[in-house]
């Protein structure tokens, strides 16, 4: 009677990735471009000049004598990815891989995979923020989530593992649970601060050498320094937050909503401070009475709170400050959902 094979888990890591690649991806109807290799990096002077240079990854490699042309950040950012797994001695690693149709069109991309433990692990990275979801110039979390999940079973032959690497974009808790349920792993914006040493944990990696600490040292320092934390370049509101709590140590909401509402032709703004209170500043017409204002803000928020909401008018009547605390604690999304049918235009149009 046969007997199973028990082969060790890292007797199959000299298996290059480029044949594992090739054997499940490529085939009848297929072709695989299997990347490019890797290269050892200052990863540590990187990190130093980026933090330094709000996270501009361009300026970065630039001055560390890596390109002289400026390169695409997410693609530098990527770069530095597979530089440190090397550093960690996962070095059986190949990036920016493609699976191509037989006419050559580009059907699925996998930034970086590496053979390591006796299985294909995939890393996503990307430097996408919410930002850019939500002015559409990339598809949202949750299509990126089912994209993700789509390209781990087809490697799953191999028990592959996908971590989907988003250091500038927060993950609510219903994202973190659809993450969960299509198996995949995440380090998001929340935990960039600790992103090598994840990253290590991700590859089975329990301890960072020296040069690895150090360039998470980097890390952690300028994340705690920042309004929001990001590993990438910051959207032009944090930028002058940031700038503003440099000066002074305080944000005048005001006059930064005055900016926001010149720059963006923008009626109203409105600040989410979790879990649980709103504060909206707005234009509004002298004739309209505080009352009036008062019922038509406690009706687009009747989902959530039943109390009045407080109401407080500029010297000409023409600006309104409000202030609405939920009954219970909310989502981003569900205030974002329902303001969303007032953008361009007054809060008081019925």
């Known amino acids: 009677m046969a007997q199973p094979l028990n082969i060790p888990p890292y007797e199959t890591d000299a298996v290059p990735v480029s044949t594992l690649l090739e054997t499940f991806w490529g085939g ?38 890596i390109y002289k042309e ?54 996503d990275c990307k430097l996408r923020a919410w930002e850019d979801e939500a002015r559409d110039k990339v598809e949202s979390i949750t299509s990126q989530l089912r994209q993700a999940a789509h390209t781990r079973r087809e490697l799953g032959g191999l028990g592959a593992r996908l971590l989907l690497l988003r250091p500038n974009r927060s993950l609510n808790e219903t994202e ?46 300028a994340v705690r320094k920042s309004l929001v934390p990001r590993l990438g370049a910051a959207s032009p509101l944090i930028e002058m937050c940031e700038r503003a709590s440099e000066i002074s140590q305080i944000i005048n909401l005001d006059t930064l909503s005055e900016n926001i509402a010149r720059e963006g032709g923008k009626q109203w703004v409105a600040y989410f401070c979790p879990p649980d209170l709103v504060f909206i500043r707005c234009k509004c017409a002298a004739e309209i009475t505080t009352d009036a204002i008062q019922q038509r803000v406690e009706h687009i928020f009747s989902k959530w709170s039943h109390g009045p909401c407080r109401i407080e008018r500029s010297t000409s009547q023409s600006t309104c400050y409000i202030f609405i605390r939920a009954d219970v604690p909310f989502q981003y999304g569900q205030i974002s959902d329902e303001l969303q049918q007032y953008v361009g235009r007054s809060l008081f149009n019925s």
């Not at 299997?34 to 490699?61: H, K």
């Open 70 to 123: 400026k390169k695409q950040p997410g693609f530098l950012f990527e770069e530095l990815v597979a530089a440190i797994l090397l550093e960690m001695g996962v070095d059986n690693v190949m990036r920016n891989v493609l699976r191509k149709s037989v006419q050559g069109g580009v059907v699925q991309e996998v930034d970086i995979v590496a053979n390591h433990g006796g299985r294909l692990n995939i890393v």
């Open 176 to 221: 973190h649970q659809l993450a969960e349920a299509y198996q995949l792993e995440v380090i998001d914006a929340q935990e960039c601060s600790t992103v090598i040493t994840k990253l290590a944990r991700f590859f089975g990696i329990n301890q960072l050498n020296e040069t690895l600490q150090q360039a998470e040292k980097i890390i952690d320092e």
């Open 28 to 65: 009848e109807g297929w072709q695989v471009d299997v990347g490019m290799s890797p290269r050892q990096l200052p990863v540590v002077d990187i990190i130093r000049v980026a933090a330094e240079n709000q996270w501009n990854w361009s300026t970065a490699f630039r001055a560390c004598g």
